[in-house]
């Protein structure tokens, strides 16, 4: 088995590429190792987190720190 590229997370339903945000089939020729046993959502929102991101970064809109 090969370690997991630096920019590909496996999640539950497939495989993140994390230079795009994108989620792609995982294949078990992949042979990826460890990840995430949570499922990837792209339109999913965490209003705490940005909110915690725009307080620390100082931001004053919380959909700003998406871009962090």
Partial sequence: MKACTPYQLPVANGVVDL????????????????????????????PLWESFLSQALGLSDPAASRSV
């Fill in 19 to 46: 230079t795009t945000g994108r989620l792609m089939p995982g294949q078990s020729s992949d042979e990826l190792r460890g990840g995430s046993p949570v499922a990837y959502h792209e339109d999913a929102t965490c």
